[in-house]
């Protein structure tokens, strides 16, 4: 069963608008929760991670929210520029094996011009 | 620091050939993580080191996947005999460890398999 569960699955904004990406998890031995950002072709680029001891976190125009409580947590990206038109990925750390990485199915995000 | 690298960038290879693919990690980066994504879904986690010891493997991979990290420098994946099925983007990731759990990525190998 998927570990992380991402939604939407795609999204379309308009230049300087706020997308919101969301992820669920169920596993409360989760410790470690980064997002990636990805071009085709490329490999994923880390763009921010939070720990389960913080609500929020921000880094530039990219801000995760988390709510422990609920086992979700967000990516907000801020003034959305075209170039921010990827797909994005969240993923979760740990559990029974704590170095294993399992990842969220993706949103493709197209920001228009 | 140059990030982690991948060679190559593309293979295609008939059914039943063998292919390997090789990672280097950044320096000093002593967790190696193999991952396999296929189009429209995000990674899948396959293998990951240790330095030169390998800790986890993941039911996706079967016996036809080995690989290997010797000296905990870079590491290589094995496909033997390969299948359709296989045809993925192999991604690896390093981490420095230590409870530094950042993943840094390479460009990753595009597996096409006739």
């Known amino acids: 069963q998927q570990q992380v569960k991402q939604s939407p699955q795609s999204l379309i904004v308009q230049k300087g608008g706020i997308p919101i990406i969301n992820c669920a998890y169920e596993?409360?031995?989760?410790?470690?929760f980064p997002w990636y950002q990805q071009f085709p072709g490329k490999g994923p680029a880390l763009l921010i991670a939070?720990?389960?001891?913080?609500s929020e976190k921000k880094e530039g125009r990219f801000t995760i929210s988390f709510n422990k409580s609920a086992k979700q947590f967000s990516l907000h990206i801020m003034d959305s520029q075209p170039g921010d038109s990827a797909t994005y990925f969240c993923a979760a750390r740990g559990g029974l094996n704590f170095n294993k990485f399992y990842f969220g199915s993706g949103t493709k995000l197209n920001v228009k011009p | 620091d140059t990030g982690v690298s991948q060679d190559p960038r593309h293979k295609i290879t008939k059914r039943g050939q063998n292919v390997t693919f090789r990672c280097d990690p950044i320096s000093e980066h002593n967790r190696l993580y193999w991952y396999r994504q296929t189009l429209g879904q995000g990674p899948e986690f396959l293998t990951y080191f240790q330095n030169e010891a390998q800790l986890e493997k993941s039911r996706l991979l079967s016996d036809r996947f080995s690989a290997e990290r010797p000296k905990g420098s870079f590491s290589t994946l094995e496909i033997q005999r390969t299948e359709q099925g296989d045809s993925a983007m192999y991604l690896c990731?390093?981490?420095?460890?230590?409870?530094?759990?950042?993943?840094?990525f390479g460009p990753g190998t595009r597996l096409t398999v006739t």
């Open positions: 990731a390093s981490s420095l460890g230590s409870g530094r759990y950042e993943q840094y």
């Open positions: 596993n409360t031995a989760f410790d470690y």
């Open positions: 939070i720990r389960p001891d913080v």
